[in-house]
């Protein structure tokens, strides 16, 4: 199995967005465009993750497909090198680089305009790219349509050989906002090829636990987690469930078979330094 040789536990990174705009993002601009004009600024974010314990760092490339960035000034393949190469650089060797993959932002047919083959090729770009540019993982993460994941994966499994750890972003009743059952996620992350598979974003711990409970019970790949800080206060900034309370509550994950565990949505270094103590004292 992919991930049987390394520890009983998984670390991914946290946020990038959250930190990033500690280095100069402003309120409205693209996180992924300073892979090109803050190389240094995403570098040392990556960094900083990497001295907090993260075995997995993703790339600054959530929203960097061809349909996310449309009239930009650089293409989806020119970001995903450029991001590729600032994560492997600011790892240095000691943490695994997965080329991150978000929505396109567009609604898929029949709900929106978005064919499924322009989906398809938009994916297939990037992660073209990000296998080229060595990456070893590729996460497609927070998607809430079925048919954009499958779109996604597809891409990823007919045009690289790169696994794909595979995450969907639930509801508190266990329903993505788009209608996907964890049952359906499973059966076709499974089909497609996923690595490994699970849940982030939106829900603090405790708010996805019975959700991720599902999920565990329908697989027997390892299990994804990586929940949000809570909510942001009324400003945005900071997040209501700090790192120590937000590690104290992952523990709980580790009772149904958590293997890949990190941060979504307002968590930062200190989050996951936090969070590897308290697993590594389990």
């Known amino acids: ?8 536990y998984i670390f991914y990174d946290g946020a990038m967005g959250t930190m990033l705009y500690k280095y100069g993002l402003k309120p409205g601009e693209k996180p992924d465009f300073m892979n090109i004009t803050a190389p240094d600024a995403v570098a040392e974010v ?3 993750y990497v001295e907090a314990g993260s075995d997995i760092i993703c790339t600054n490339t959530f929203g960097t497909s061809t349909l996310a960035i449309e009239k930009a000034d650089y293409t ?11 994560a492997k650089r600011a790892s240095g060797g000691k943490a695994k680089i997965s080329l991150d993959i978000g929505p396109t932002g567009q609604l898929l047919e029949p709900y929106g305009d978005l064919e499924f083959e322009t989906a398809y090729d938009a994916f297939k770009e990037m992660a073209i790219a990000g296998e080229k540019a060595g990456a070893d993982f590729i996460s497609i ?5 079925l048919e954009e994941l499958k779109a996604a994966m597809t891409a990823v499994g ?7 750890l595979v995450t969907m972003t639930f509801e508190k009743n266990g329903v993505t906002f788009m209608g996907c059952t964890t049952d359906k996620f499973v059966e076709t992350a499974e089909a497609l090829g996923a690595a490994a598979l699970g849940l982030n974003c939106s829900l603090e711990p405790m708010e996805m636990l019975e959700t991720a409970k599902k999920i565990a019970e329908k697989t027997k ?15 945005g900034g900071e997040y209501h469930t700090g790192a ?14 958590a293997k890949i565990i990190g941060g ?3 968590t930062t270094p200190e989050y996951i330094r936090e969070l590897k103590k308290a697993f590594t004292a389990l």
Request: glycine share 10%; hydrophobic share 40%.
């Open 76 to 86: 989806a393949t020119e970001i995903a090198t450029a991001a590729v190469g600032i």
């Open 1 to 8: 199995m992919l991930f049987d040789t390394c520890g009983k």
């Open 244 to 257: 120590l309370e937000f590690a104290k509550q992952m523990t709980e994950y580790a009772g149904i078979g």
């Open 158 to 164: 007919e045009n690289t050989k790169l696994p794909m």
């Open 221 to 235: 790949l390892p299990l994804i987690v990586k929940p949000n800080a809570g909510l942001p206060d009324q400003k």
């Open 46 to 48: 990556h960094k900083m």
């Open 141 to 145: 993460e927070t998607m809430s349509d």
């Open 264 to 266: 979504c949505c307002g």
